[in-house]
């Protein structure tokens, strides 16, 4: 039901974005997330988007590097990722954690 797509291997200051879309039913009212999970880590909470679009969160590590985005109308979400470092590297989700509807994942790479 959430396809993310965007995957790829990027070098350190490079700039990528995932996107996640919606099939089979409406997430338009729903909060929705990006997680993601470097090996040998937790699964982490990357970045919120309220369900109209005007209230975002972001980790402390994603903020003024992140912007978190959707298109209702589209039934898609938008990750864009600026200035990303090695630090980033992990395979991230789209979700609404409100359902526990997750995706499939997508794996990021930055290289130093």
């Known amino acids: 039901q959430l396809q993310a797509y965007g995957r790829g291997l990027v070098q350190a200051g490079g700039s990528l974005r995932l996107s996640c879309a919606a099939s089979?039913?409406?997430?338009?009212?729903?909060?929705m997330s990006w997680f993601r999970q470097a090996p040998g880590k937790e699964r982490e909470l990357v970045a919120t988007?309220?369900?109209?679009?005007?209230?975002?969160y972001y980790v402390n590590s994603a903020k003024g590097r992140f912007t978190f985005s959707r298109d209702n109308a589209k039934s898609t979400v938008y990750l864009q990722m600026n200035s990303l470092k090695p630090e980033d590297t992990a395979v991230y989700y789209c979700?609404?954690?409100?359902?526990?509807?997750w995706g499939q994942g997508t794996q990021v790479t930055v290289s130093s």
């Open positions: 979700a609404v954690r409100a359902l526990d509807v």
């Open positions: 988007v309220s369900w109209s679009g005007s209230s975002t």
């Open positions: 089979g039913r409406t997430f338009s009212r729903y909060d």
